[in-house]
Antibody, heavy 122, light 110 residues
Framework: QVQLVESGGGVVQPGRSLRLSCAAS????????MVWVRQAPGKGLEWVAL????????YYADSVKGRFTVSRDNSKDTLYLQMDILRAEDTAMYYC???????????????WGRGTLVTVSS | QSVLTQPPSVSAAPGQKVTISCSGS????????VSWYQQVPGTAPKLLIY???KRPSGIPDRFSGSKSGTSATLGITGLQTGDEADYYC???????????FGGGTKLTVL
């Protein structure tokens, strides 16, 4: 079954860390770039981070640059998002998705997971 | 404030047609392809349109996309109550080196 399953969300205090995982199955994970997208309660979609299929290039939204790190383990078919120095404004549902398209000009997000909820609160 | 501008809401009656606009600039829509996503509340986003006007397998031809200059448009014909959802445009911004989304448009089928 072709799917992405996020995990690792929960309630965390401001300033603390959390690591999200996105497990892929049913397709050749190492052939796809991957993206993290988040959605704060009642708000729109916000791009967080992006990583190429081989992990050689990474991009981050300004709002998380220096605090979040995207990585992947192609031997485990898993994508990660290490979130450090968490803030209240990082509270959101976090989705992972596969990237299709040959270049940044044509990238689009084809397969999405169901998301994992992160709540940053004291 | 989103880099891409969408109307907050649109509405139309069942069976009618609606369009949703997405306005950007030369560095994003003007320079790259646009995608559209549908999100029913409480569920994950779903790819609706990619490469400005292409539909993934399984998306009915009631959904269409177009792009002109620095604006893109999503069209939905033969509206159904099941089309009620939030719709987002998305593209790459070459100046920001970032993925950008529109603020989202809530479609109500009256």
């Amino acid at each position: 079954q072709v799917q992405l399953v996020e995990s690792g969300g929960g309630v965390v205090q401001p300033g603390r860390s959390l690591r999200l995982s996105c497990a892929a199955s049913g397709f050749t994970f190492r052939s796809y770039g991957m993206v993290w997208v988040r959605q704060a309660p009642g708000k729109g979609l916000e791009w967080v981070a992006l990583i190429w299929d081989d992990g050689s290039n990474k991009y981050y939204a300004d709002s998380v640059k220096g605090r979040f790190t995207v990585s992947r383990d192609n031997s485990k078919d898993t994508l990660y998002l290490q979130m450090d120095i968490l803030r209240a404004e990082d509270t959101a549902m976090y989705y992972c998705a596969t990237i299709r398209g040959g270049s940044s000009a044509t990238w689009y997000f084809e397969l999405w997971g169901r998301g994992t909820l992160v709540t940053v609160s004291s | 404030q989103s880099v891409l501008t969408q109307p907050p809401s649109v509405s139309a009656a069942p069976g009618q047609k609606v369009t949703i606009s997405c306005s950007g600039s030369n560095s994003n829509i003007g320079d790259n392809y646009v995608s559209w996503y549908q999100q029913v509340p409480g569920t994950a986003p779903k790819l609706l349109i990619y490469d400005n006007n292409k539909r993934p397998s399984g998306i009915p031809d009631r959904f269409s996309g177009s792009k002109s200059g620095t604006s893109a448009t999503l069209g939905i014909t033969g509206l159904q109550t099941g089309d009620e959802a939030d719709y987002y445009c998305e593209t790459w911004d070459s100046s920001l080196s970032a993925v950008v989304f529109g603020g989202g448009t809530k479609l109500t089928v009256l």
